[in-house]
């Protein structure tokens, strides 16, 4: 959603200001594409963080139960 609207709104405005079509196009495809991997990445990193986290949450959660009751581990 980021990426378009922002490809949109360069490319226009860059029409306005220039008047040149093939040359505001290349603008709008461009910038279209920049945010649109820039967003990707920001939301990558933040979701390959809260993976990461769960993981490891979910692995302190095994050990705790682990230890609360020994007699049951092969249940696992």
């Known amino acids: 959603m980021y990426g378009i609207s922002s490809g949109i709104a360069l490319g226009f405005g860059h029409f306005i200001f220039t008047s040149r079509v093939k040359r505001s196009t290349d603008v ?3 910038t279209f594409g920049v945010t649109t991997m820039a ?3 920001y939301c990558r990193y933040h979701w390959t963080k809260k993976y990461f986290m769960s993981q490891k ?3 302190s959660l095994h050990e705790l139960m682990l230890k609360e009751n ?3 581990s092969t249940d696992v």
């Open 28 to 30: 709008a495809v461009l």
């Open 39 to 41: 967003y990707w990445m």
């Open 57 to 59: 949450m979910q692995a």
């Open 70 to 72: 020994p007699t049951d």
